[in-house]
């Protein structure tokens, strides 16, 4: 069993930025690979930056260059470093975990407007 919480999220202006955070609890002993997804009413949810075990990156272009992903051990907390902040960018972000089975967080909202 593991559990997620968000936090970090927030109104910001275009080319602002934004840290969100995951805290994780729970069997963190299995967790394969970390991510963030983001979802847009009436849009899927997409994914936005991934981290493995052995500390493996990935992003998908949309988002490559202004989002980090990062993991700090000792606090069981995920990072998503958010710079250059787009009114697209516009969302609730999600934290997930993959062991077995895929676990998710409520999600936190990013709004990105002038």
């Known amino acids: 069993q593991v559990q997620l919480v968000e936090s970090g999220g927030g109104l910001v202006q275009p080319g602002g930025s934004l840290r969100l955070s995951c805290a994780v609890s729970g069997s963190i002993f299995s967790i394969l690979t970390m991510a963030w997804y983001r979802q847009a009413p009436g849009k899927q949810r997409d994914l936005v930056a991934t981290i493995s075990s052995g500390g493996t990156t990935g992003y998908p272009d949309s988002v490559k260059g202004r989002f980090t992903i990062s993991r700090d051990n000792a606090k069981n907390t995920i990072y998503l470093q958010m710079n250059n902040l787009k009114p697209e960018d516009t969302a609730v972000y999600y934290c997930?975990?993959?062991?077995?089975?895929?676990?998710w967080g409520q999600g936190t909202q990013v709004t990105v407007s002038s």
């Open positions: 997930h975990a993959r062991t077995t089975t895929w676990y």
